[in-house]
């Protein structure tokens, strides 16, 4: 059993930049792959970024050369930094975390971003 815990939403306005990170307890060690997503209010929960452990690290387009994922495969946190927000970037962000046979989801923290 694995728990996710993500923190570092907020408020910004359009522009600005904020980082999230996501706890696994006890970690990552043994995922098939592990990343972002986010849920806005009415929409459907989307892929923002993940990294398998072989890697590459793939991108959503819509968030592509404006956030990063990174972290340590095999170790506890996994980030995403996020620069040049857009108010349509407004959602719940949740971390996950993925085995053969299972998936794993942090609570989720809310980004807001103003125009």
């Known amino acids: 059993q694995v728990q996710l815990v993500e923190s570092g939403g907020g408020f910004v306005q359009a522009g600005g930049s904020l980082k999230l990170s996501c706890e696994a307890s006890?970690?990552?060690?043994?995922?098939?792959?592990l990343g972002w997503y986010r849920q806005a209010p009415g929409q459907e929960r989307e892929e923002v970024a993940r990294i398998g452990m072989q890697g590459p690290i793939s991108y959503a387009d819509y968030v592509k050369c404006r956030f990063t994922l990174s972290g340590e495969p095999g170790k506890k946190w996994l980030y995403l930094t996020m620069s040049n927000l857009k108010p349509e970037d407004t959602a719940v962000y949740y971390c996950?975390?993925?085995?053969?046979?299972?998936?794993?989801w942090g609570q989720g923290t809310q980004v807001t971003v103003s125009s």
């Open positions: 996950t975390l993925n085995f053969p046979g299972s998936s794993y």
């Open positions: 006890p970690n990552f060690a043994g995922a098939a792959s």
